[in-house]
């Protein structure tokens, strides 16, 4: 799982998507969850879906 942010000032955006793009080329399952909004560490983003990224990351 990638989580990132797209306001990201420390690390864009685009460094994920190319991550992304080269698990694609390789078949390696993942999932690409974007925080709109957010800076890095997804502080200042949609908290509903922070929460929700930390959960799929992370079972309870």
Do not use: K, W
């Not at 420390?10 to 080269?22: F, G, I, K, N, R």
């Not at 390696?28 to 560490?41: N, P, Q």
Request: aromatic residues 4%; negative net charge.
């Amino acid at each position: 799982m990638l989580v990132h942010d797209t306001d990201d000032t420390d690390v864009p955006y685009e460094q994920t998507l190319m991550m992304a793009s080269v698990f694609e080329e390789h078949g390696v399952v993942h999932e690409v969850v974007t925080i709109r909004g957010a800076e890095h560490g997804s502080s200042c983003g949609n908290r509903r879906l922070v929460a929700s990224a930390y959960d799929q990351a992370v079972p309870g």
